[in-house]
Structure formats: C-alpha cells, structure tokens
C-alpha cells in the first residue's frame, strides 16, 4: 500500500538549534515528493518539492530536503531554527506519472521552537 | 491574486443536519482537490473535481459525502446527516492543467455537537 510516514510528532528546539525532519515513503513506482508547513491559523504553503534530477532539493525559508532512494526517504533540514519556523510540517508523495494535486501525507510533525 | 478561498472557516452542525463547504480556487486552476484531516492524524484524499466532472472519488466515503465543482461557482463539499465523526478540518486544494504544485485553502473546520 502506498504510504508516507513522519517519525516525530512533535518535536522541541531552541532557536538557532539545527533541524531535522524524517520522512519515509512506500510506492510501487516513481514519486514526486513535498514538504508542507503549515503556520498557525493559516494555509498550507509549499516549502520545497522533489521530482527528478538533484537529490538535494532546496526551498523556502532556508530549508532543504534530500531525497535518498535507497532509503525510500525524503528528509527535511535547517541548520539553524528560528522563533517563527513553529508550526507544523507535513510530508507528502504523488505518483510521478499522475496528478501532483492527489497527494498521500504523512501525519505531520509539529515544530515548536523556543525563544 | 487571490488564494484557494474556503469558506465557511468555521462550522458548526448538529447530528442529522447537512453541511456545506464551499472551495474557490486559484483564479485560472480548473482542479480541485478536497482533503480531510481528523484529530492527529494527516490529510487524507477524498476527491478530485474538475468543472463539471468527478474524476477521482476514490477517498470519499461511500455514504452522505459528495462533491461538485459547477461550470460556474466555487466547488461544494456537501455532508449530508452529519455525525460525530464527521468532525475535521476539510482542505480544499487547486492546481492549474499544467501545474506541478497544488495551492491550499485555510480549511474549513467543521464541528457536530
């Protein structure tokens, strides 16, 4: 069955304090893969998405990604947090041949980070 | 260039009543996706609408939720007899034909007393 999986639910760092979300995914073919953040109260934005070439994906915000095939994984990093990267990020994966709207997500990891 | 517009922010229904969640999209996406995400868990697909077609059901429960996406007018979500468990935040997401990212609304949260 096709899945995504985020290790960490909930996780706790002080500013500047270096980030690291897992992500694993289970598909049968080739994936598109994105990381969403979500802040308080509003909508889902897109931080960085991977479809082909460069594993290492760089996004928004000084965040990147790398896509690590081997490891079905598809991990999130920032090497230094702020007060307003709190919020809560979710993984997500679309078929590379289908429709990058119809997306599996993983349960989401809230980031809280202390001042 | 206004977002992917969800309308109402908040509801709140009673068991047995009918809900309505309403989805613009992005001006010029002729897709819509609608998401469901319950009490900690993810968002989970239900339904894929262009104008005037359904073309991916397949996460829509089989009972009292159905969806369309008129010729004119925003997409409607529409829960019929409400239950408890019906109790989420319902995501509406847009793309264009050719795009390669979907664009989110806020979500509607959605609330059976």
């Known amino acids: 069955a096709q899945s995504v999986s985020q290790h960490n639910h909930h996780v706790i760092l002080s500013e500047a304090a270096s980030l690291e979300l897992g992500c694993n995914y289970s598909y049968g073919g080739t994936v598109n893969l994105f990381w969403y953040v979500q802040y308080p109260g509003q909508h889902l934005q897109l931080l960085l998405k991977y479809f082909s070439g460069d594993p290492l994906v760089k996004g928004i915000k000084g965040f990147e990604a790398e896509f690590i095939k081997s490891k079905f994984s598809f991990n999130l990093r920032k090497p230094s947090v702020q007060w307003s990267d709190t919020a809560e990020y979710f993984c997500?994966?679309?078929?590379?041949?289908?429709?990058?709207?119809?997306?599996?997500f993983g349960q989401g990891t809230t980031l809280q980070v202390k001042p | 260039n206004a977002g992917v517009m969800q309308n109402p922010r908040h509801l709140v229904r009673r068991r047995g009543q009918e809900a309505r969640l309403r989805c613009s999209p992005m001006?010029?996406?002729?897709?819509v996706y609608w998401y469901r995400q319950l009490p900690e868990e993810g968002l989970k697909f239900m339904v894929y609408?262009?104008?005037?077609?359904?073309?991916?059901e397949s996460g829509m429960p089989k009972e009292r939720f159905s969806a369309e996406f008129p010729k004119e007018g925003p997409s409607i979500l529409r829960i019929q007899q409400v239950v408890r468990g019906d109790s989420a935040a319902y995501f509406c997401?847009?793309?264009?034909?050719?795009?390669?990212?979907?664009?989110f609304g806020q979500g509607t949260r959605l609330t059976v007393v």
């Open positions: 997401a847009s793309s264009s034909i050719t795009g390669d990212e979907a664009f």
């Open positions: 001006k010029g996406h002729s897709h």
């Open positions: 997500a994966a679309s078929p590379s041949s289908g429709n990058t709207g119809k997306l599996i």
């Open positions: 609408l262009q104008k005037e077609n359904i073309i991916d």
